[in-house]
């Protein structure tokens, strides 16, 4: 193709992207100088030399050779028609950034210049009913329409399916990054979908409003994308999950523009609210989102505490949890992930080891637990009060505020790391699940038993840690993070891991997932969730209500 | 028809059911003595003469002519053969309590022996395998299957469609009745979805547990009727909806049976489980449900305030629900309400005219307003304390216990009014909505002004009252409640007025209904409230989930 679209810059200059082939904004990076413990740490926990030279370091983008487009001069024209011109795009930097999100396998096949089914094309509506356009015009065209929100799904919920023949067009939402309207009585706020968290938070900051929604991809995630996958943010316990958070929707569909109004509950039949909440693109675009807001509390604290055993933890996690108490946060790390977290950060102090010693408890057992609190000071004190005394019941201690004021500024820097693990040979992800609190225990010693295997299985060394988090009244989520040196053939050798993990899941009683989603990556064992009659009526849903396979045909069900 | 299955005794002597013309249990009429003022009140405001002879009780049920069975003897014996043969029935005093629900034009039509297209025959299935092989067999003979819980329906969803010509089975679910799995760990109770929510009640509570969930009809209507309707209880505010006590389901389709096992939070894609909340047995027949379960609380108890106006009690309604407080009930009663409900008591004391006049109160405009407190007995005092202050912020003051105990102990008696209002040419029903908070103004307004125009297009008296309840953090539901004396042809009447208040809900911004339900009196609505893409999405989804149309095809969508 030739013409002004080929390879035009798109606004794209102002809908921010992360790094093409790794996490987050091109000048941050993974620093481990000022940790000392860290790198001998994980030479001798997980068996990866993050020392030896970066080996496995992201190529030049110009050396990546680029499937071509397939997009016409024509398309690119009718797409500019609705957009304007500089709202659409071919450039190859362009689609390479829309083809894959930020998970491990997308990492590592965009680091090898493998793109799969790259998009053809990529278009940045500015308005719904440039949206609306689009949906049409791929329904005239037979065109397939990937969503983009800010790319940092890890389920491979971005990519079309590899043998797509048709148009494949990357609708890139980020210009629709507006609060529309605050409701402050009610509390509700209209929000464009392609708002990301730090946009989102600072116009409703302004007016003295929060969502309370920070889930780790928070600087780079999309209210669509929250939406879209049924994302859940580390305050969860008290702001909700997005799925109650999202009070109305508006979602462009070939047919027009479905409405959710915004109703604190109704019972009027079937709710559509929840059937598009985690529909990942396959009912229509998500433009709109009324979500519930709060006033920022007065006051907010993230307080430590210390378990000598995961037990005793997960009980007074799960005492908080069945308790009148609504604290933002709980979190509790299994003794993997608090020797990990001690040596990560820059806090082992020696008076840790000497309080341990003291209480004649075992090193390699202790875990590590966060708890947050946010209202009035009176609330906070009364709250922080009351956990103390569950605490306490349980053998715990509590660390004071410190650790839990640098857990809350470092939150959004795990990603990173994980690219520093794959300069260096390393393989490393994260699956998370939820069940009830009674499978909680068999869940997660079922789940260390099959990733040891599967280690054993490869030959490696291997690594794997988790914690609890997003506690409800009837349960809460597990998140696993496991790492090894990568025995050659990084993407099966991944493979062998994540399905030993996510099959135990499923053996377990655990969900698929807890907040990333279904994509490509968890569909295998979407049918044993389900049910095989459950599956089935959402194949024939999305078959109904997109007929010709347009929307995303890839995700969730294949 | 003939052989043993003719008006065989069915198992249902053990099934409770309603009375067949009323609400309730057969023993129990509303009785208007010692409540001197009410009578004078209701002729005065209301403008129905209660005192009248009762000229609209309900005939002999030998009296009707109900139609004959279309059901042969062979569906009789298949039936049996998978149920057995008791409960079976073809009796017409079976089929014509299992022809309606309990709405209006429910009991209008049966008291005057107009029936519709009742069912050909009633099961009884006493398990889940039972109602799959009903399923099975009604896909094989093309049955039409109705869902019968305990049959408290008000919106019409138990009727089949008037011209259908197929068999018609109505399912009754009571024989379904037992808790099966209590999990102490994780607060979850397996329940079989014919159980009533008495019986539900003291299973659990033998093992000291509680749902929480109680609804106006709690004494006659089921779990799985809840769910299916998506039913809101009195104590919503502290337990939630239905839908969120829901954690798993079992729904019994022509496929398998379709499993939502029970996670605190799931990211697998569009739910089910919201689908299958509300669907009125158009996916199917629920058979299980897997529900929040909470400790018996130490305390409980319900206090009375009184406001100068409505706008202050709403206010003060709003500055709860936005507080940290979890109170279980916020009820405020308008001036209408107030004024019925006091006269309807007998605790219009004279002391608290003085208290009024003391205060300078109209006493035409004062609101009374229930709270709920639920907990240890410290937690109950924290929150009523609080709950004091911002009824004093709003200028209302407390009145004690005394009022919210009655409240308490007649919860579940005003359906009880209604056939009173029935048997003496009264016309009386409910409508209810919900909006955001910013919205329940004008809507409230709206509501009434299109019910008196309504009533003086009838040219009656005619009577509205209103009330606030199930506070969410986004809004409120507001509850209606209509009553005028028949002018003739009092289902043309009831229409009028009925449409009227429907439509201003539409027109001010709130939902067809917050707990009542679709069937086929919301149906002419609900393209309004879901937009014309979310409606044909909901018809596609039925359509494709039941092609044969057999599953309660005249519910939600025509």
Same mark, same amino acid.
């Given at each position: 193709?030739?013409?002004? @679209?080929?390879?035009?810059?798109?606004?794209?200059?102002?809908?921010?992207?992360?790094? *093409?082939?790794? *996490?987050?904004?091109?000048?941050?990076?993974?620093?481990?100088?000022?940790?000392?413990?860290?790198?001998?740490?994980?030479?001798?926990?997980?068996?990866?030399?993050?020392?030896?030279?970066?080996?496995?370091?992201?190529?030049?983008?110009?050396?990546?050779?680029?499937?071509?487009?397939?997009?016409?001069?024509?398309?690119?024209?009718?797409?500019?028609?609705?957009?304007?011109?500089?709202?659409?795009? +071919?450039?190859?930097?362009?689609?390479?950034?829309?083809? @894959?999100?930020?998970?491990?396998?997308?990492?590592?096949?965009?680091?090898?210049?493998?793109?799969?089914?790259?998009?053809?094309?990529?278009?940045?509506?500015?308005?719904?009913?440039?949206?609306?356009?689009?949906?049409?015009?791929?329904?005239?065209?037979?065109?397939?329409?990937?969503?983009? #929100?800010?790319?940092?799904?890890?389920?491979?919920?971005? !990519?079309?399916?590899?043998?797509?023949?048709?148009?494949?067009?990357?609708?890139?939402?980020?210009?629709?990054?507006?609060?529309?309207?605050?409701?402050?009585?009610?509390?509700?706020?209209?929000?464009?979908?392609?708002?990301?968290?730090?946009?989102?938070?600072?116009?409703?900051?302004?007016?003295?409003? +929060?969502?309370?929604?920070?889930?780790?991809?928070?600087?780079?995630?999309?209210? #669509?994308?929250?939406?879209?996958?049924?994302?859940?943010?580390?305050?969860?316990?008290?702001?909700?999950?997005?799925?109650?958070?999202?009070?109305?929707?508006?979602?462009?569909?070939?047919?027009?523009?479905? +409405?959710?109004?915004?109703?604190?509950?109704?019972?009027?039949?079937?709710?559509?609210?929840?059937?598009?909440?985690?529909?990942?693109?396959?009912?229509?675009?998500?433009?709109?989102?009324?979500?519930?807001?709060?006033?920022?509390?007065?006051?907010?604290?993230?307080?430590?505490?210390?378990?000598?055993?995961? !037990?005793?933890?997960?009980?007074?996690?799960?005492?908080?949890?069945?308790?009148?108490?609504?604290?933002?946060?709980?979190?509790?790390?299994?003794?993997?992930?608090?020797?990990?977290?001690?040596?990560?950060?820059?806090?082992?102090?020696?008076?840790?080891?000497?309080?341990?010693?003291?209480?004649?408890?075992?090193?390699?057992?202790?875990?590590?637990?966060?708890?947050?609190?946010?209202?009035?000071?009176?609330?906070?004190?009364?709250?922080?009060?009351?956990?103390?005394?569950?605490?306490?019941?349980?053998?715990?201690?509590?660390?004071?505020?410190?650790?839990?004021?640098?857990?809350?500024?470092?939150?959004?820097?795990?990603?990173?790391?994980?690219?520093?693990?794959?300069?260096?040979?390393?393989?490393?992800?994260?699956?998370?699940?939820?069940?009830? *609190?009674?499978?909680?225990?068999?869940?997660?010693?079922?789940? @260390? !038993?099959?990733?040891?295997?599967?280690?054993?299985?490869?030959?490696?060394?291997? *690594?794997?840690?988790?914690?609890?988090?997003?506690? @409800?009244?009837?349960?809460?989520?597990?998140?696993?993070?496991?790492?090894?040196?990568?025995?050659?053939?990084?993407?099966?050798?991944?493979?062998?891991?994540?399905?030993?993990?996510?099959?135990?899941?499923?053996?377990?009683?655990?969900?698929?997932?807890?907040?990333?989603?279904? #994509?490509?990556?968890?569909?295998?064992?979407?049918?044993?969730?389900?049910?095989?009659?459950?599956?089935?009526?959402?194949?024939?849903?999305?078959? !109904?209500?997109?007929?010709?396979?347009?929307?995303?045909?890839?995700?969730?069900?294949?």
């Amino acid at each position: 193709m030739a013409g002004p @679209y080929r390879d035009a810059p798109a606004s794209s200059v102002h809908v921010p992207h992360m790094k *093409w082939w790794g *996490w987050g904004l091109e000048e941050i990076r993974f620093d481990p100088s000022g940790k000392p413990g860290f790198l001998p740490f994980v030479r001798a926990k997980v068996g990866i030399d993050l020392t030896a030279r970066a080996d496995r370091e992201p190529p030049a983008f110009d050396a990546l050779d680029v499937p071509g487009s397939r997009a016409s001069t024509d398309l690119a024209v009718s797409l500019g028609e609705i957009t304007g011109p500089e709202n659409v795009s +071919t450039a190859p930097r362009e689609r390479v950034i829309h083809a @894959y999100g930020k998970g491990f396998r997308d990492l590592m096949r965009v680091r090898d210049g493998r793109f799969g089914r790259p998009p053809d094309i990529v278009v940045y509506p500015g308005s719904e009913t440039e949206v609306a356009a689009v949906l049409d015009l791929a329904a005239r065209q037979d065109l397939v329409v990937v969503p983009f #929100g800010g790319g940092s799904n890890i389920v491979g919920s971005l !990519e079309a399916t590899p043998d797509e023949q048709r148009i494949v067009v990357s609708v890139d939402m980020g210009r629709m990054n507006r609060v529309l309207h605050i409701d402050a009585v009610s509390g509700l706020a209209r929000v464009e979908a392609g708002t990301r968290g730090p946009d989102l938070e600072r116009q409703l900051g302004e007016a003295g409003w +929060t969502v309370g929604h920070f889930p780790d991809s928070f600087t780079h995630s999309t209210v #669509g994308g929250w939406v879209a996958t049924r994302s859940s943010g580390m305050q969860s316990d008290k702001y909700g999950d997005i799925a109650d958070i999202t009070k109305g929707l508006r979602l462009a569909r070939p047919d027009g523009i479905l +409405t959710v109004p915004a109703m604190p509950s109704t019972s009027t039949g079937p709710s559509l609210r929840e059937l598009i909440l985690g529909s990942e693109g396959r009912l229509g675009v998500i433009t709109e989102v009324t979500v519930q807001v709060h006033p920022i509390p007065e006051h907010r604290e993230v307080r430590a505490y210390l378990f000598a055993s995961w !037990e005793d933890g997960l009980s007074a996690m799960r005492a908080i949890a069945h308790s009148d108490l609504r604290p933002t946060l709980t979190r509790l790390s299994d003794a993997n992930e608090t020797a990990f977290s001690l040596a990560a950060g820059s806090q082992r102090s020696a008076m840790l080891g000497r309080l341990l010693k003291l209480r004649g408890w075992n090193e390699d057992e202790v875990c590590l637990s966060f708890v947050g609190f946010e209202g009035s000071r009176g609330h906070v004190a009364t709250q922080r009060r009351a956990v103390a005394r569950i605490v306490r019941a349980n053998r715990g201690f509590g660390l004071g505020t410190k650790l839990g004021e640098l857990y809350d500024r470092k939150k959004f820097d795990t990603p990173y790391l994980r690219d520093f693990f794959l300069d260096h040979n390393g393989i490393a992800d994260v699956s998370e699940t939820a069940a009830p *609190w009674s499978i909680l225990p068999g869940l997660y010693r079922g789940t @260390y !038993e099959a990733a040891e295997a599967a280690f054993i299985e490869l030959g490696v060394h291997g *690594w794997i840690m988790a914690h609890l988090s997003h506690s @409800y009244r009837s349960g809460a989520c597990l998140y696993f993070t496991f790492a090894f040196e990568s025995p050659g053939r990084p993407l099966e050798a991944y493979e062998v891991v994540k399905r030993a993990v996510q099959q135990a899941f499923i053996d377990g009683g655990g969900t698929v997932s807890h907040h990333h989603g279904v #994509g490509v990556e968890h569909a295998p064992w979407l049918r044993d969730h389900l049910s095989r009659s459950g599956h089935d009526l959402l194949a024939a849903i999305f078959a !109904e209500a997109d007929p010709g396979r347009r929307l995303n045909p890839g995700a969730i069900i294949v």
